[in-house]
């Protein structure tokens, strides 16, 4: 009798600590993250070439979409302080605070995620297990998030956004795309794996991956908050409020103008899921690019002027 | 209440220790005083091992705990099989060969610039060292199809078909599955200094960072609970080679630690291997990076291609 209680206090014990060890894999995303990883640098800071889907899994509508976007949409009044969609956080250059939301329990309700720019609204993630809306409930920019535990990895599901852009080359984005975020911790860095779905403009998921830095206190995310102001653009003139994107004009042969920096073929440039994979790279065997002149060490840890000394 | 009677009253202080003793087992990092000189058995707890030291609690002493699974039956998830790379980033450095001079993206140093600033194909090429970028830093990056299969259940070899390399990540049989805790490297990871022979895929120390036990919603692990976790791997020795294949290089004394994990929505799979590589030589600061490769059913596209520094 006693040997049987001894028993099952163990293992009373041992299940205690086997729940609390799988709580402990739930982390603590509480606090600043910044971009770490050094991908796509020029498409993550200063935007991407007009025509460059090459990689985007796009459709033919995607792709019409892309090329005949007028390249100075984003100029008008009403759309300089647009913001982006929720895959901006892989997407552009800002990472974000995290923040828990607790009910009176102490117990993690959602969690928040804001942006130290304009051009990404505030996320909500609700971790209480509630179904997202309707698909007619209101769409916007930051979508409806909804986010679960798997394990050491927190999925977050995003729906019920508003048209916008994938890419800010044009590459546009519908309202029935649906977005799903894996984030895992490791220490004072998190990987996010992004799942991209859109059955509007992609043939295929688009899938890409960050990883990122936590930091200290608010100061040393990004510099300043940047707000935008709408402002009337005069083309040469520069207000210094706002810094709103100019692409070059929008005309047919705009198709060449990767040609002309890279030398890449339209069958490359046109995107599709096929450029994915790696035997696409088969087809440009022989393919020689021109020595480069154009951005070719922007990083934000090394500028260029840094290592030309 | 009833909990405590029986812990504190009806067991009494032998049931205490045995209760601690079986704790300890499971703390990682921990070893429990019956097996103290085995730190195989400090990690997360898996199925097994809770049953195995509450066996041993309930006998009043730690002296029945069974021998540490391999690696590969401590798998948190099955990461063999046929992948393929998704180039979604980093397209125009990745399918192509970047023209020369183009260093986006890459915290190079100016040592490292001047290097790649001279550098020409052509004469790598005439001296055979194709494969120079093909090295365990570059070859993640490479788009290609990997196929992962256990060489033996402490060994976890990687196959590439582009440029055919190997890579193979040991599992060493005192590693802690403890969860991963941002250690880049340290005095019990990774490969250590010593006589060690570089090569281009260097040494690599894997280790499974295992984190959770079972779903929260349970009190207590079911008999086949799942295991989460990723793949910690630290590689070092490695021979200079090349990250780019328009000169960029690397160094003796680079080394990276990647975390592998598997993502999975729906049907689809995905392997995610995040890098961080630090390089005292070429790099002004750490190089990190993401990989992706997606799971394929078999290994029908497989093409076995030859290094080259041309495409």
Request: glycine share 10%.
């Amino acid at each position: 009798m006693r040997a049987a209680a001894c028993a099952l206090a163990a293992l009373m014990t041992l299940a205690a600590l086997v729940y609390a060890d799988a709580a402990r894999a739930q982390f603590d995303l509480s606090g600043n993250w910044v971009g770490e990883s050094s991908e796509d640098p020029l498409e993550h800071t200063a935007g991407g070439y007009p025509d460059m889907f090459a990689g985007i899994p796009v459709n033919e509508n995607g792709r019409q979409a892309g090329l005949t976007a007028p390249g100075d949409v984003m100029q008008e009044l009403n759309r300089q302080c647009e913001p982006w969609p929720a895959h901006y956080l892989l997407i552009g250059p800002w990472g974000g605070r995290f923040a828990a939301l607790r009910d009176a329990a102490g117990q993690v309700i959602a969690w928040t995620l804001s942006s130290p720019a304009y051009d990404r609204l505030p996320m909500t993630i609700w971790m209480d297990g509630r179904s997202p809306p309707p698909a007619l409930s209101l769409h916007t920019y930051a979508g409806y998030s909804v986010g679960r535990w798997e394990g050491d990895t927190l999925v977050i599901s995003t729906s019920l956004l508003k048209d916008g852009y994938l890419l800010d080359n044009g590459m546009p984005s519908s309202n029935r795309e649906t977005d799903t975020f894996f984030l895992t911790r490791y220490g004072d860095e998190m990987t996010i794996m992004l799942v991209v779905n859109d059955p509007v403009y992609l043939e295929a998921p688009f899938v890409s991956a960050r990883t990122m830095k936590l930091v200290g206190g608010l100061s040393d995310v990004n510099d300043p908050i940047l707000y935008c102001m709408p402002a009337e653009t005069i083309e040469g003139f520069t207000d210094g409020y706002h810094s709103a994107i100019q692409l070059p004009p929008k005309e047919a042969a705009q198709r060449t103008y990767l040609q002309g920096i890279y030398r890449l073929p339209p069958v490359a440039t046109d995107g599709g899921a096929r450029t994915m994979y790696p035997q696409f790279a088969k087809q440009l065997v022989g393919y020689k690019p021109p020595d480069c002149k154009l951005y070719c060490a922007q990083n934000r840890r090394v500028p260029e002027d840094a290592i030309s000394r | 209440m009833g909990v405590r009677h029986i812990a504190g009253q009806a067991a009494g202080w032998p049931c205490l220790l045995a209760c601690l003793v079986a704790s300890a087992a499971l703390l990682p990092g921990v070893p429990s005083a019956a097996e103290g000189q085995d730190e195989a058995d400090a990690g997360a707890p898996t199925s097994a091992q809770v049953s195995a030291a509450a066996a041993a609690a309930a006998n009043g002493a730690g002296h029945a705990m069974r021998p540490r699974p391999s690696a590969r039956a401590r798998a948190p998830f099955d990461i063999t099989g046929y992948w393929v790379s998704l180039v979604t980033q980093n397209w125009r450095y990745r399918m192509i060969v970047p023209g020369h001079g183009d260093y986006a993206g890459i915290p190079i140093n100016a040592k490292a610039k001047r290097f790649a600033d001279a550098w020409r194909a052509a004469a790598d090429i005439a001296a055979g060292r194709q494969c120079e970028a093909y090295g365990a830093p570059a070859l993640m990056q490479d788009p290609e199809r990997l196929h992962i299969l256990w060489q033996d259940d402490e060994t976890l070899r990687v196959d590439t078909d582009e440029g055919m390399q190997t890579r193979l990540l040991r599992f060493r049989p005192a590693a802690s599955d403890a969860p991963a805790d941002g250690r880049t490297d340290g005095p019990t990871d990774g490969p250590t200094d010593g006589p060690t022979a570089s090569s281009l895929q260097g040494d690599s120390q894997a280790r499974w960072a295992l984190s959770a036990v079972a779903n929260s919603l349970n009190r207590a692990p079911e008999p086949n609970a799942r295991l989460y976790g990723s793949l910690v791997v630290i590689t070092g020795h490695l021979m200079p080679g090349l990250l780019r294949k328009n000169g960029i290089p690397y160094g003796v004394g680079a080394r990276m630690t990647e975390y592998w994990k598997l993502h999975a929505l729906g049907a689809a799979q995905w392997l995610l291997i995040s890098t961080k590589m630090t390089d005292p030589e070429y790099l002004a600061a750490p190089y990190v990076y993401d990989s992706i490769f997606q799971k394929q059913a078999d290994g029908s596209g497989w093409d076995p291609s030859p290094c080259s520094l041309t495409s």
